[in-house]
C-alpha cells in the first residue's frame, strides 16, 4: 500500500506535563519528514479514539506513529483494522522513569520518536500467510487415561480424533490398577478405576477413531498439513492429520537395578506395579509360596530423587503406596509398613493421608534404608536410619514393595517418528531426560515442534487426576492450532501475530545456521541443501533473521534493515556517551515498563529496541550501532539454561553464543568487544534493571567514548 503517515502524541498520564510536547512534533515533522503530526490530551479516551478514527477516515491515513504508553498496554484501543500501528513508548521508558522538564528526558523522548517514524517507513502492513487448505483432525497417541481423555475432549469441541494404541487393549497402566486414589470428597476411600468408562465412551463417540495394535511409523509436513503414517499389525495407512496430542504415557524404573533395595533378593520383593496385580486377585498373597501377606512393608522414592536413578519425583509414589497399604488393611486385614523421605499428598490429597496416618494398622516413619535382607524363615528384613526417632531400626515383613518411579515412554520411543531434519523425536528436558521439553515454565502442553502437545507422563509425572486435566490443556491447544493455522496466523505464543518469515533465496549461501538455529523445526532442506520453510511450524520468534549472517531472511514489520534504520537516527552527540540497548519483548521490555510503573529512574543515556526475541538479534546491529559513534551496547534478554525462561526455548541462549563470536566483527572496526554485553533478566527482575544499566555506563566510561563519533 502507498503510506500516508500520521504522528499523534499523547498529553495524558503526565507526558503533556513532563515533555516538549512542541519539540517532539517538530521532531516528528522535519527530521522524521511525517506530513501529518498532531497532539492530543488523552488518544486512549473515547474522544481520543474517535480523533484517531477521523484522522484514518478524513486524512486518509493509513500507517500511525502514537507516542503514548507501552506498546503492551491500550492495544484494542490502538487497533484499527487495515492500517499500520507503530507505538513510541513515551510514558513507561520516559516520563515514568526520568526527571520531568530535563534536557536530557527531552532528547530521549526525541530519539524514540526518531526510531518510531523510522520504523513506520521502514514497515509493512503484515497479511495473514494463505496457505493449502488445512485438515482439522487430531492424531492422539496413546490409549491411556491421558489419550483417552485427549480424545474425547477434542471429539467434544466438534473436531474428529484418531487414537492410535500400540497395545492390542485401551487403557494403558490406568487399567492394571485395582484401585485408583480417591478422586471425590472425602477423599478417604480407593475409588474404580475411571479408565473403563473412559473406555466405553471412547468407543461408543462417533468421533473418535480408535486404533489398536498400531503405532506411528513416520510424521512428515506442518500443523494442519501432516501426513502420518499408521502401523497396524504390519498394514500401512497413511492418513491426514491437523494437530497431534502425544499422550503415550510411562513405563516403570527398571527394578533390576535396585539391587540395593532387595529387588532380586526373593520373589517377595516386588513392585507397585506388581502389587497392584496381586490385589486385582482379590487377596494379597506371596509370590513365593501363596501365603497371605499380613506384615507388607513398602520403600518409597525406589529409584526416585537419586542422581543415580532418577533425579526427580515421580508424583504419583506417595498416594500409590498409601492406597496399597489400604488394601493390606482391608484384603489381608494385615499390618503395613511405609519408610519415606518424604511424603508428598498435594492439595485434596492431603485428607487421605491423614486418614491412613488415623488407621492404627498403618506405620509411616522418616528413614533411609540401608540394607534389606532375608530373614531365616524367608521373610524380608528392612534395615534403616536416621528416622524420625533418631535410631537405626528393623523391620521384619511377609512382602516388600518398592514404589518403583515413572519413565516417560518416549525416552526409549520417538514415538511421533518426525521426519524433520532435527530428529525424530521432540526436544527433551536436559534435567529431566525423556520427558518431552514442553516449556512449562511459560507455556505448558506446547512442545519444540508446532501443532504437536505432550500431555500426561510424557510431559512430567503425574498421577490420573492431573492426567485427565493435563490431557483437556492439550486439547484445546490442539484445536487453537487448528483455527490459527487455518486463519494463517501464528499459533503460539505470539497468537496474534500475523507476520511470517520471508526469504530472499537468491542471496541464500546454504550456511544452514538458519535450519540449525529455528528451536521449532520450521525450516527444512531439499536434496541439495537449500533452506525452505514450513510457514505452520513457525512460531515467528525471527531466529532465522538472527542466524542469517546474509540478513535475507525478514518480517514485514520486522528486519535487520528496520532496526539498522532506528538506530540509525538516534541522535548521537559528538561529546557525551549514547547507548543503546536492545531487549526481548517478552521479559525484558515488560520488566522495564515495570521499572515505570514504579518510578525507578535509570540512566537517560541509553534508548532500548524491543525485539521479538533475543534470538532474532543480528551482529550486525552491533557494528551498526559501534559505527553509528554509539559507545555501547546492551542486551537484555530472558534467563537460559536448565531452568531457562525464553518463551522461544533457546533465543537467550542462541543470542549469547553469537556474542561470543563478536570479538571478530569488533576487532574490524578496532573497538573493544567491552563495549556489548548480555544480561539474563527475568520478568520480575525490574528493581536490578536501573543497576544494570549504571553498571553497564560506568564500563563504557571506563572505557572510553567511541572514536568513530569522529566521523
Not at 482439522?136 to 491421558?146: A, F, P, Q, S
Not at 508428598?344 to 490429597?349: A, E, F
Not at 533418631?390 to 511377609?398: H, Q
Amino acid at each position: 500500500m502507498e503510506k500516508k503517515i500520521g504522528f499523534y502524541v499523547c498529553k495524558g498520564c503526565e507526558i503533556g506535563q513532563s515533555l516538549d510536547i512542541e519539540g517532539l512534533l517538530k521532531v516528528a515533522t522535519k527530521e522524521g519528514k511525517i506530513p501529518v503530526c498532531k497532539e492530543h490530551d488523552v488518544l486512549c479516551s473515547p474522544e481520543g479514539i474517535k480523533f484517531l478514527q477521523d484522522e484514518i477516515a478524513n486524512e486518509e491515513i493509513n500507517t500511525l506513529v502514537i507516542a503514548a504508553c507501552s506498546p503492551r498496554v491500550k492495544f484494542e484501543e490502538f487497533d484499527f483494522p487495515g492500517c499500520l500501528i507503530e507505538r513510541v513508548n513515551l510514558r513507561e521508558l520516559v516520563v515514568w522513569s526520568h526527571e520531568p522538564n530535563h534536557e536530557e528526558t527531552q532528547a530521549l523522548a526525541e530519539d524514540y520518536v526518531r526510531m518510531g517514524c523510522a520504523k513506520a517507513k521502514r514497515a509493512e502492513l503484515p497479511e495473514p500467510y494463505a496457505g493449502d487448505p488445512i485438515d482439522k483432525t487430531v492424531l492422539v497417541i496413546g490409549g491411556g487415561i491421558t489419550g483417552c481423555s485427549a480424545a474425547l475432549e477434542v471429539a467434544k469441541l466438534g473436531y474428529s480424533a484418531v487414537l492410535v494404541e500400540k497395545e492390542a487393549e485401551l487403557g494403558g497402566y490406568g487399567a492394571k490398577l485395582y484401585r485408583q486414589t480417591p478422586r471425590n470428597y472425602p477423599y478417604q476411600v480407593p475409588e474404580e478405576p475411571l479408565i473403563f468408562s473412559k473406555i466405553k465412551e471412547v468407543q461408543a463417540h462417533p468421533k473418535i477413531k480408535v486404533m489398536t495394535s498400531s503405532k506411528v511409523e513416520s510424521t512428515e509436513g506442518q500443523p494442519g498439513l501432516y501426513d502420518v503414517v499408521i502401523n497396524t499389525n504390519g498394514n500401512l495407512e497413511t492418513i491426514k492429520i491437523g494437530a497431534i496430542i502425544m499422550a503415550a504415557g510411562w513405563r516403570p524404573y527398571d527394578a533390576t537395578k535396585l539391587g540395593h533395595l532387595g529387588y532380586g533378593l526373593s520373589p517377595d520383593v516386588i513392585t507397585n506395579i506388581q502389587m497392584e496385580e496381586l490385589a486385582n486377585k482379590g487377596k494379597i498373597l506371596r509370590p513365593s509360596d501363596g501365603r497371605e501377606a499380613k506384615r507388607v512393608a513398602f520403600i518409597q522414592c525406589a529409584g526416585s530423587r537419586d542422581p543415580e536413578h532418577l533425579p526427580y519425583c515421580s508424583a504419583f509414589c506417595c498416594m500409590t503406596s498409601l492406597k496399597q497399604a489400604n488394601y493390606v488393611r482391608q484384603l489381608n486385614d494385615g499390618l503395613a509398613y511405609i519408610i519415606h523421605k518424604h511424603m508428598r499428598t498435594p492439595g485434596q490429597y492431603e485428607l487421605f493421608y491423614k486418614n491412613m496416618q488415623n488407621d492404627p494398622g498403618v506405620m509411616l516413619t522418616k528413614g533411609d534404608v540401608t540394607e534389606v535382607s532375608l530373614a531365616d524363615n524367608g521373610n524380608i528384613y528392612i534395615h534403616a536410619e536416621n528416622t524420625q526417632l533418631g535410631e537405626k531400626v528393623k523391620f521384619e515383613a511377609d512382602l516388600l514393595v518398592l514404589a518403583t518411579g515413572m519413565v516417560p515412554t518416549t525416552l526409549d520411543d520417538p514415538v511421533t517418528n518426525l521426519t524433520y531434519r532435527q530428529g525424530l523425536g521432540l526436544p527433551d528436558l536436559d534435567l529431566y531426560d525423556g520427558f518431552a521439553d514442553s516449556n512449562f515454565i511459560c507455556f505448558q502442553y506446547e512442545t519444540r515442534r508446532t501443532g504437536i502437545y505432550a500431555a500426561g507422563c510424557v510431559r512430567q509425572p503425574m498421577d490420573i487426576a492431573t492426567c485427565m486435566e493435563d490431557a483437556a490443556g492439550a486439547a484445546l491447544k490442539a484445536v487453537q492450532c487448528l483455527e490459527h493455522t487455518e486463519k494463517g496466523i501464528a499459533v503460539h505464543p505470539r497468537s496474534w501475530d500475523v507476520t511470517f518469515p520471508d526469504p530472499f533465496m537468491q542471496r541464500c549461501t546454504q550456511c544452514k545456521r538458519c535450519t540449525e538455529e529455528c528451536p521449532f523445526g520450521a525450516i527444512d532442506e531439499d536434496e541439495k541443501g537449500t533452506p525452505y520453510f514450513k510457514i505452520n511450524r513457525c512460531r515467528r520468534c525471527g531466529t532465522c533473521m538472527g542466524a542469517c549472517p546474509e540478513r535475507i531472511i525478514s518480517f514485514k514489520d520486522l528486519s535487520v534493515d528496520i532496526v539498522g534504520s532506528m538506530i540509525k537516527a538516534m541522535d548521537v552527540p559528538e561529546e557525551g556517551f549514547r547507548l543503546l540497548g536492545v531487549v526481548c519483548e517478552n521479559d525484558a521490555y515488560p520488566a522495564l515498563d515495570a521499572v515505570g510503573l514504579h518510578r525507578l529512574q535509570y540512566d537517560p543515556r541509553i534508548r532500548f529496541i524491543p525485539i521479538r526475541c533475543l534470538g532474532s538479534f543480528n551482529l550486525v546491529w552491533i557494528a551498526d550501532a559501534l559505527s553509528r559513534g554509539i559507545d555501547g551496547v546492551l542486551l537484555l534478554g530472558c534467563k537460559f539454561g536448565e531452568d531457562y525462561q525464553c518463551h522461544f526455548a533457546k533465543g537467550s541462549e542462541l543470542a549469547n553464543e553469537r556474542m561470543g563470536k563478536l570479538q571478530e566483527t569488533l576487532d574490524r572496526l578496532a573497538l573493544e568487544s567491552e563495549r556489548a554485553m548480555l544480561v539474563e533478566v527475568a520478568i520480575d527482575d525490574f528493581d536490578r534493571i536501573p543497576k544494570i544499566i549504571g553498571d553497564f555506563i560506568a564500563r563504557v566510561e571506563e572505557i572510553g567514548e567511541n572514536p568513530f563519533k569522529e566521523f
